[in-house]
C-alpha cells in the first residue's frame, strides 16, 4: 500500500525543461513510475532524445516565456492524454552572472522571464485544468540560491526566491481545489547548466562542492528526479506549500 503511493500509472505529467539534465531525468523517472508523460523544451533535437527514453509520451516544443505556448501545451496535454495530474515547471538558465551594478536589464529580464514568469505560466496553466479536474499536483524548480544568497547572481537568486513565493501562495489558492503546489531546491548538479568550463575547472569546483557537503557528495540530476516523483506521487499527498531541499547538506537554513 505505501510503495503503491509512489506509482503514477494512470496519470499525466507534463514537463517543462525536458530535454536536458534535471528536467530529462524527472520525465524518465515519471515514466518509470507509470505516468504518461509530455516533454516540453525550446530545445527540439534534444527533446527528441528525452522521446527516446520514456514510453508514453507526447513532445511539444514550448518556449516557457511566453504564455501562450505554455497555455497551448497544457491544452495539448489535455487534448491527447484526456487530463494532467502533474505539471513539473522545470526549464530554466543560469543567466548573466556577476556583480549587482555590472548586470543589463536586458539580461535581468531573461532571467525572470524563464525563471519566474515561465514557471508563473506553468502554474496559471496548471490550475485552470486542474482545477475542473479538482486534484493534482505541481512541482516548481527553485534552487539552494534561495537559502545561500550568493554573491554574483542576483538575478537568478531573484526568480528562484520569487518561484518559492509563488509555490507558497499557489498552494493556498489550490487546496481549496484539491491541487498541491510544492517546489524543490536543489544545491549543485552535474548538468549541462553547471558544465561551463574547462574540464580541470569542473574537477574543482565538484571536488569544492563536495567538500561542502556534509554528505561528501555531488548531486545528480537523479537525486532531484527522486524528489519530484515524491512531490508529484500520492505519496506526498499531506503536502503542499513546501520548499524541499535535496541538496547533500550542504545549505541548511536555521
Ligand atoms: P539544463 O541541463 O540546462 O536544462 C534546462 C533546460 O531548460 C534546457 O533544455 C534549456 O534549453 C531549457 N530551457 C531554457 N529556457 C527555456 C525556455 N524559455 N523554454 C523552454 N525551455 C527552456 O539545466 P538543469 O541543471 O537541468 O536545470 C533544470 C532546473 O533546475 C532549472 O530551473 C535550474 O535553475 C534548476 N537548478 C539546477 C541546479 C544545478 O545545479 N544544475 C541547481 C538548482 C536548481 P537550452 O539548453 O536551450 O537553454
Known sequence: MTLERFRMEGKV????????????????ALSDAGARVVLADRDEENLEKTALMVDDNLVVPTDVTKKAEVDALVDRAVEHFGRVD????????????????????????????VNLKGVFFGVQAALRVMGEQRSGSIVNMASAAIDAAPAGLAAYSMAKAGVAILTRVAAQEGGPMGVRVNCVAPGFIVTPMTQRGTPEQMANVEAMMR????????????????????????????????????NG??????
Open 249 to 254: 547538506g550542504t545549505a541548511m537554513p536555521a
Open 86 to 113: 502533474v505539471m513539473a515547471n522545470v526549464a530554466g538558465i543560469m543567466g548573466a552572472g556577476g556583480p549587482i551594478v555590472d548586470i543589463d536589464e536586458a539580461a535581468l529580464d531573461r532571467v525572470l522571464a
Open 13 to 28: 505529467a507534463v514537463v517543462t525543461g525536458a530535454a536536458s539534465g534535471i528536467g530529462r531525468a524527472s520525465a524518465v
Open 211 to 246: 567538500k561542502r557537503s556534509a554528505l561528501g557528495l555531488v548531486g545528480e540530476p537523479d537525486d532531484i528526479a527522486n524528489a519530484v516523483l515524491y512531490l508529484a506521487s500520492d505519496a506526498s499527498r499531506f503536502m503542499t506549500g513546501q520548499v524541499l531541499r535535496p
